[in-house]
């Protein structure tokens, strides 16, 4: 699966002392590095070619906020409400994403790479040309999902939820996990490894001796 990268114009980009973000507001050509921002209230902010480097918010929410041609490196947004966001040719790397709420969101051409993203709340969004690698998602939330071409790669999906979400043509064969939740009407069409067969078991009435 191809994913489309963003398209930074790095050369464009204008590093100014930044102490909040602000609701309806236009950001562009702009970058955002060590800084630490909390108690923010942003809704309807705009954000093209830009890049968040070392940044930390907290007790904070981004609801209704566009990212296109964005790249997050190095950033912690755990616990944050990114709710009903729209992210195109999003990229997130080294990431810690603990608990971050994206429900409702639309994501096409999203690439999370290497980041910590458990507990994270993808409830009832929209993935389209998506891709984890190498993430620990445990306990992540990817109920009632539509999904257009999403990819785990060698990502930890223990305690998953994909209730109510139809997993035909994704493939966990190469990620980790001891238990998901779903149910076999979620599974039909999953590729999955022969050792992970036993985890599904259970959901068919199977004892395995």
Known sequence: MKIEKPKLTLQLLESEPTYTLDSKIEYKDRLFEHMTLDMLEVSKASFENVVFRHV??????????????????????????????????????????????????RWQ????????????????????????????????????????????????????????????????SDSEFDALFLTLEDLAGCAIAPHQAATFAGLMGLIIK
């Open 109 to 172: 051409n999203v690439s999370i790479l290497q980041s910590i993203c458990d507990y994270s709340n993808f409830r009832f969004t929209h993935l389209k040309q998506v891709e984890y690698l190498e993430c620990s998602m445990i306990g992540a939330d990817f109920a009632y999902l539509k999904l257009q071409k999403i990819a785990f790669g060698a990502c930890r999906l223990d305690q998953v939820t994909f209730t109510g979400t139809p997993m035909k043509g994704l493939d966990l």
């Open 56 to 105: 930390t918010i907290l007790e904070s929410s981004l609801e209704h906020c566009e990212f296109t041609d964005v790249r997050f490196e190095h950033c912690d947004f755990s616990n944050v409400n990114l709710q009903n966001t729209f992210m195109h040719r999003t990229e997130w790397a080294n990431c810690k994403l603990v608990g971050t709420d994206f429900s409702g969101s």
